[in-house]
Nanobody, 124 residues
Framework: QVQLVESGGGSVQAGGSLRLSCTAS????????MGWFRQAPGKEREFVAG????????VYADSVKGRFTISRDNAKNTMYLQMNGLKPEDTAVYYC?????????????????WGQGTQVTVSS
């Protein structure tokens, strides 16, 4: 059972930056895909970005492309989400997730493991 722990959330003004981290409790395997999702109050959980653990291929939601960067450090079992140019509409609880297939997909139901979430609040 893989456990995921997010950190790095907080409050920031519009235009600011935050970096989220997601650390896995055990070594993630080469056939894993990792992803970031977010959920705002009253809205469905939505895909933000995904990365394959080996190879580092990435996919981004159109709403964050050019502002957010997903990356991973295999030696530290840690995935990151660098968020620049934050907007009030980025306010949400951000979750990291993992799936045991090396293909990035946007559907939340395809992911097998989830973190507890970290709050990101962007004020105007």
């Amino acid at each position: 059972q893989v456990q995921l722990v997010e950190s790095g959330g907080g409050s920031v003004q519009a235009g600011g930056s935050l970096r989220l981290s997601c650390t896995a409790s055990e070594r993630t395997f080469s056939d894993y895909t990792m992803g970031w999702f977010r959920q705002a109050p009253g809205k469905e959980r939505e895909f933000v970005a995904g990365i394959t653990w080996i190879g580092g291929g990435t996919v981004y939601a159109d709403s964050v492309k050019g502002r957010f960067t997903i990356s991973r450090d295999n030696a530290k079992n840690t995935m990151y989400l660098q968020m620049n140019g934050l907007k009030p509409e980025d306010t949400a609880v951000y979750y990291c997730a993992a799936r045991r297939v090396p293909v990035i997909v946007r559907g939340a139901l395809a992911y097998d493991y989830w973190g507890q979430g970290t709050q990101v609040t962007v004020s105007s």
